[in-house]
């Protein structure tokens, strides 16, 4: 396991993608529509790549942030799950979060990959610091969910 200890804050970096219930409670922390547990066992594994933000206490280490970047690893590359715990937001996680991200991305992915995200609330200010652009008027995120859950 690849990790990165930051001592003066007590935030450590993981390389690989949570387990599904950590998954799942930091969705739901951070305000993000709920997946399901078979769902999230399906896509974690397949991430091409994952990062988690550990705080480190005397109280145990627990997971507070989390990012991925799914895709066929060629042509096209999706950030999803950018989530910090709402106690910890404000510290610069989400940056860091996003730079390893594109880190990842810019050593990775071939010449003119596309590289997309879906931004939710004001989110879109964290992801233009990291040169993503809306697309329209040339493109429109669309969504589809075979099988909602309600």
Known sequence: MNDDVDHDNAYRLIFEPPEIDTYMRLRDEAGMNPRSAAGAARG??????????????????ETVGMGRVVGDGGCFYQVVDIAVKPAHQGRGLGKRIMGEIRAYILREAPENAFVSLLADGE????????????????????AWYPKPSN
């Open 44 to 61: 974690l594994p397949s991430s091409l790549f994952a990062v988690q933000v550990v705080h480190e206490s005397e109280y145990g280490n």
């Open 123 to 142: 989110a879109h200010r964290l992801y233009a610091q990291f040169g993503f652009k809306p697309t329209a008027p040339h493109a429109i995120g669309m």
